[in-house]
């Protein structure tokens, strides 16, 4: 599986963005998909996942409430909507691909598929 993240951006503080991560590969309806991010100097964390499903989903308590993640099984993509945005949502937004239980959503090691950065930068 291959991924292709897009539409990060500038924005100011309160705006939104979407971003979309396009699969290749027949076995993308298989996978969790979930959202990392990564600040400069930072670990990588966990912000949302979503199973292969499509029915259920899980948030970091600092987006819960402002960003939304969801698929479309016939696009092979996951999106992640991000409203209210803060300047602590900077960060380099990754999305990835696995076989993950729930007690290790949040740790990127357990994930198998990785795609390029899309940056998001919230200006205030």
């Known amino acids: 599986v291959q991924l292709q993240a897009s539409g990060g951006g500038a924005v100011q503080t309160g705006e939104s963005l979407r971003l979309s991560c396009t699969a290749s590969g027949h076995t993308f309806g298989q996978y969790t998909m979930a959202w990392f991010r990564q600040a400069p100097g930072k670990e990588r964390e966990f912000v949302a996942a979503i199973r292969a499903s499509g029915g259920t989903t899980y948030y970091d308590d600092s987006v819960k409430g402002r960003f939304t993640i969801f698929r479309d099984r016939a696009r092979k993509s996951v999106y992640l909507q991000l409203n209210s945005l803060k300047p602590e949502d900077t960060a380099e937004y990754y999305c990835?691909?696995?076989?993950?239980?729930?007690?290790?959503?949040?740790?990127?090691?357990?994930?198998?598929?990785w795609g390029q950065g899309t940056q998001v930068t919230v200006s205030s």
């Open positions: 990835t691909a696995g076989t993950v239980i729930t007690s290790t959503l949040r740790d990127p090691t357990k994930y198998n598929y």
